[in-house]
């Protein structure tokens, strides 16, 4: 390599550095920059079998579930982020529009019913990935996650992240009104 080819070479490597940078802050110009594409939407729900909280001789898998919508609620004692949307999950529940089925992801089984006594049980059903395996499938990466899922077991929305009233007014409740629709 020459020596004016070797000069030049830093400043080419800072262009192609900064265009990538002002492709990365135009890209995320999003006002919802929350909301992560999930290529699980429109698919079916993934295999798994998992124990029940609270009973881990019984195992429910994702056929189970199958025959009524459900909202899956990713969760852990552990969980800043849980204990905030708490609140909305459990009001959601009451409402009895859907199913509520809590997936308790890498916690202790103690701390999560301890939480579940202390903070409150809006779950139908509590199902216990305790070393995380089945949650690589959902693609969950972090929680509270939440996903709705229509009678069939096709995946019809993602929510990263603690869900708020407005996120259950206008995310949520727009998709359970077509599945109540006949």
Same mark, same amino acid.
């Given at each position: 390599?020459?020596?004016?080819?070797?000069?030049?070479?830093?400043?080419?490597?800072?262009?192609?550095?900064?265009?990538?940078?002002?492709?990365?802050?135009?890209?995320?110009?999003?006002?919802?920059?929350?909301?992560?594409?999930?290529?699980?939407?429109?698919?079916?729900?993934?295999?798994?079998?998992?124990?029940?909280?609270?009973?881990?001789?019984?195992?429910?898998?994702?056929? !189970?579930?199958? @025959? /009524?919508?459900?909202?899956?609620? =990713?969760?852990?004692?552990?969980?800043?982020?849980? +204990? #905030?949307?708490?609140?909305?999950?459990?009001?959601?529940?009451?409402?009895?529009?859907?199913?509520?089925?809590?997936?308790?992801?890498?916690?202790?089984?103690?701390?999560?019913?301890?939480?579940?006594?202390?903070?409150?049980?809006?779950?139908?059903?509590?199902?216990?990935?305790?070393?995380?395996?089945?949650?690589?499938?959902?693609?969950?990466?972090?929680?509270?996650?939440?996903?709705?899922? !229509?009678?069939? @077991? /096709?995946?019809?929305?993602?929510? =990263?992240?603690?869900?708020?009233?407005?996120?259950? +007014? #206008?995310?949520?409740?727009?998709?359970?009104?077509?599945?109540?629709?006949?």
């Amino acid at each position: 390599m020459s020596a004016s080819r070797a000069r030049w070479l830093p400043l080419a490597v800072f262009g192609v550095i900064l265009a990538l940078l002002a492709a990365g802050v135009w890209l995320s110009r999003s006002p919802d920059r929350d909301a992560l594409p999930s290529p699980l939407i429109g698919k079916p729900a993934p295999a798994f079998q998992l124990p029940v909280l609270g009973a881990p001789e019984r195992l429910v898998t994702q056929t !189970d579930l199958r @025959g /009524t919508p459900y909202l899956l609620n =990713v969760w852990g004692s552990w969980c800043p982020g849980c +204990r #905030e949307e708490h609140a909305v999950v459990n009001a959601f529940a009451k409402t009895g529009r859907v199913r509520v089925i809590g997936f308790n992801w890498k916690d202790e089984p103690e701390d999560a019913t301890r939480w579940l006594a202390q903070f409150g049980n809006p779950y139908d059903l509590v199902l216990a990935d305790y070393d995380g395996k089945a949650a690589i499938e959902w693609g969950i990466y972090g929680a509270p996650e939440t996903f709705l899922v !229509d009678g069939g @077991g /096709t995946i019809l929305w993602k929510h =990263v992240g603690p869900m708020t009233d407005a996120t259950i +007014r #206008e995310q949520l409740m727009p998709l359970v009104e077509r599945l109540e629709a006949p």
